[in-house]
């Protein structure tokens, strides 16, 4: 993705971190679900805009996340997750941002 900025934030745009939050056990289910059936190995994937009201949740496999982001990147960000949390990775569309939450 030429001209892809990485910035650090503290936190993501209020609407989202309102979804996550409403929908906190399902987003675990599915999470778990995918990761099990996974190889352990993967995270969730929410692909948003604010202005279409869309929040498209789906587990995306390794095979899945490197269609977004390279194989050493995605290995990276694997050793990056600390031991007890999980990896929420957030594609907002309207935003042009993605952001990676540990929950």
Not at 35 to 48: D, F, P, T, W
Not at 81 to 90: H, Q
């Amino acid at each position: 993705m030429p001209g892809t900025r990485i910035q650090t934030v503290d936190t993501c745009p209020d609407y989202i971190n309102q979804f996550i939050q409403t929908n906190m056990e399902q987003l675990i289910n599915i999470y778990d679900a995918g990761y099990e059936v996974n190889n352990k190995e993967g995270c969730l994937g929410l692909i948003c805009n604010q202005e279409t009201n869309k929040m498209d949740v789906m587990f995306l496999s390794r095979h899945n996340i490197t269609q977004f982001i390279s194989i050493e990147n995605w290995e990276d960000m694997k050793r990056s997750i600390p031991n007890d949390k999980k990896l929420f990775y957030i594609r907002d569309e309207g935003l042009d941002a993605v952001f990676l939450l540990y929950i």
